[in-house]
């Protein structure tokens, strides 16, 4: 069995990781385009020379103590020091036995973010079943942070599960990509990247495998980067609350579920929650799917549709992903997005809007508000309506929350 223990190296990793994504949201798009040996670099750098405020070191402190269960006061004490290359020493040295829980944070699709503890344990059990799916990989190229879930399953146990190198890459799809690309790669990435892959008609080197998460990858889409050259694509179907779930490598083909996975046995037919057999033999659950799906025998199934989560709303249940639907029905309407306020915006529903290009903001802003009144519920109108030209994004491609208008 691999050592999957976490080193210094690998914090250090995921803290150049974090620092990266923070760095972005400030809009420092040059930090978008580091390669691996200057993205590692970064915590090496004074935080003064990154632009980075106290208030923002702060922030960034606090997001990696509590990845790693640093007490609160571990993550005063790495706001203070003068460079951001000891945090990875501290954290490590402050756990003297092997980590038990990761905390990762939920990507808030329907509001706030959320903390996800994982316990080791399943972390390791999850990547040793998803490395007998790669075995003929010879080297990792990621393109995902490394403190998302999804990234540190694929970008910093894998690679240790495989016993094989891995390199970061700027999540910028270009047609050069290709050329850093090698038979036996296996690609790290996300929908978004994939598109932009397959639009660009990038030619892929014969023998690289490439990984899907994070959401759905369209089947045009995957079929199109095997014409392309792709070999295989593998796509990983799961949650930040219950890690991957099933795996497929054609989106013609079911999702398999991973070994450890079971149908919840009251639920015969058509099983909405899932059972984890534990590497000690113990049974735990249930865990519900992210998804309704149908199944097509008891390890195979097919995703139908998002189940649709409700937040309160002035004491309501409230549906975002159902008032997103409504309001990108409109015609003046490309694409919405819609949240519940973080609690120092509000309370209400806030949405983010591309409008027609055909229509004047202060025109859409107009007759969206009276259309609204008539085809919604009031606790479900968005107190706050942003417009922009794409919907906000993070760097896996996944959309990503936004400061409201005042």
């Known amino acids: 069995m691999p050592n999957l223990h976490l080193t210094e190296h690998d914090l250090h990793t995921i803290l150049a990781s974090f620092l990266r994504s923070h760095l972005l949201t400030k ?65 490590f040295a402050a756990n003297h036995s092997p980590l038990e829980t990761i905390v990762f944070m939920t990507s808030g699709s329907t509001g706030i973010p959320t903390s996800c503890p994982q316990p080791f344990a399943l972390l390791a059990q999850e990547i040793e079943a998803q490395a007998q799916i790669f075995t003929t990989r010879s080297r990792i ?80 889409i995957i079929c199109s980067l095997l014409t392309q050259g792709l070999s295989r694509m593998t796509e990983v179907y799961g949650s930040s609350e219950t890690g991957g779930m099933g795996t497929r490598n054609h989106p013609d083909d079911a999702y398999t579920l991973l070994p450890f996975w079971q149908p919840h046995p009251r639920e015969v037919k058509n099983p909405a929650q899932l059972m984890r057999s534990m590497p000690n033999g113990e049974i735990i659950g249930p865990y519900a799917l992210p998804d309704h799906v149908a199944w097509e025998d008891a390890r195979r199934f097919r995703p139908i549709k998002r189940t649709d989560k409700a937040v309160q709303v002035a004491g309501t249940n409230v549906y975002p992903e159902k008032v997103m639907k409504l309001i990108s029905s409109h015609p003046l309407v490309v694409q919405c997005t819609a949240r519940l306020m973080r609690p120092e915006e509000g309370d209400r529903l806030k949405a983010f809007i591309v409008p027609s290009p055909q229509v004047s903001e202060e025109a859409a802003r107009r007759e969206l508000r009276k259309w609204m009144e008539q085809n919604l519920a009031p606790v479900e109108i968005p107190k706050s309506i942003t417009f922009g030209e794409s919907l906000p994004a993070n760097a896996m491609g996944k959309t990503a929350d936004w400061e409201i208008e005042r």
């Open 27 to 91: 809009r420092k798009a040059q930090f978008l385009f580091m390669q691996s040996d200057k993205l590692n670099a970064l915590p090496s750098t004074p935080p003064s020379a990154l632009g980075l405020t106290k208030a923002e070191l702060q922030e960034l402190a606090v997001s990696f103590a509590t990845m790693f269960n640093l007490p609160k006061e571990m993550a005063d004490r790495l706001a203070v020091m003068s460079t951001l290359k000891d945090w990875a020493h501290t954290a």
């Open 141 to 220: 190229l990621t393109l995902v942070p490394r403190h998302h879930i999804y990234g540190f399953l694929f970008s910093v146990l894998l690679p240790k599960a495989l016993d094989i190198p891995v390199v970061d890459l700027p999540p910028v799809p270009t047609t050069s990509m290709t050329e850093k690309m090698r038979d036996g790669d296996l690609v790290i990435a996300f929908p978004m990247f994939w598109k932009a892959m397959s639009q660009l008609e990038a030619i892929f080197p014969k023998g690289v495998h490439g990984v899907t998460s994070t959401g759905p990858c369209p089947a045009k």
